[in-house]
T-cell receptor, first 109, second 116 residues
Framework: DAKTTQPPSMDCAEGRAANLPCNHS???????VYWYRQIHSQGPQYIIH???NNETNEMASLIITEDRKSSTLILPHATLRDTAVYYC??????????FGQGTRLTINP | GAVVSQHPSRVICKSGTSVKIECRSL??????MFWYRQFPKQSLMLMAT?????????EQGVEKDKFLINHASLTLSTLTVTSAHPEDSSFYIC????????????FGQGTRLTVV
């Protein structure tokens, strides 16, 4: 079963920052937070992951709260191509990736 | 990121026939591969996990005799849907991982299977 809770949908204006929240209150000490996204009819695309420190890469930033019970994925300047379903997944070690329902993010012009 | 190639991207087959889907990791060695199925407007559902050289581990409710998985090398896993029926029509997606603790899994582009 998925260990995360995400809002089912969000809207964001093009050019603005999109902030996608995720709750993972039962996360264990050795579990990482992973974010993937899936554009319609494609395989999921890896975005970013982290353990407890904030992370940033060319796609996004990941902010993890100090107690690690929640996190936020930030797309700094959303474009229309960022419209997708975003999945927040908690995984430790060799565990499999279990997908929840994700957040359907729509970027509006 | 690493590249995982899945083939074919689309396939139509007749009811009762078998279909093989290939998943290749092109630039890394995948000790573990995962197979998912996704129905319209639903999330990905994990079907099975395969480790190179050993039998696949199937999730509850997935028929291992119907969905045959082979992971004979560190770069190739195959999923064979045997005696396909219309209800097997779905989007099948593979992912591959090195097995290291702090590394991400990469996904293929998916295979749209339609059984007629």
């Amino acid at each position: 079963d998925a260990k995360t809770t995400q809002p089912p949908s969000m809207d964001c204006a093009e050019g603005r920052a999109a902030n996608l929240p995720c709750n993972h209150s039962t996360i264990s000490g050795n579990e990482y937070v992973y974010w993937y996204r899936q554009i319609h009819s494609q395989g999921p695309q890896y975005i970013i992951h982290g353990l407890k420190n904030n992370e940033t890469n060319e796609m996004a930033s990941l902010i993890i709260t100090e107690d690690r019970k929640s996190s936020t994925l930030i797309l700094p300047h959303a474009t229309l191509r960022d419209t997708a379903v975003y999945y927040c997944i908690v995984k430790g070690g060799a565990q499999k990736l279990v997908f929840g329902q994700g957040t359907r993010l729509t970027i509006n012009p | 990121g690493a590249v995982v190639s899945q083939h074919p991207s689309r396939v139509i087959c007749k009811s009762g026939t078998s279909v093989k889907i290939e998943c290749r990791s092109l630039d890394f060695q995948a000790t573990t591969m995962f197979w998912y199925r996704q129905f319209p407007k639903q999330s990905l559902m994990l079907m099975a996990t395969s480790n190179e050289g050993s039998k696949a581990t199937y999730e509850q409710g997935v028929e291992k005799d119907k969905f045959l998985i082979n992971h004979a090398s560190l770069t190739l896993s195959t999923l064979t849907v045997t005696s396909a029926h219309p209800e097997d029509s779905s989007f099948y997606i593979c992912s591959a991982a090195t097995g290291a603790v702090d590394t991400e899994a990469f996904f293929g582009q998916g295979t749209r299977l339609t059984v007629v």
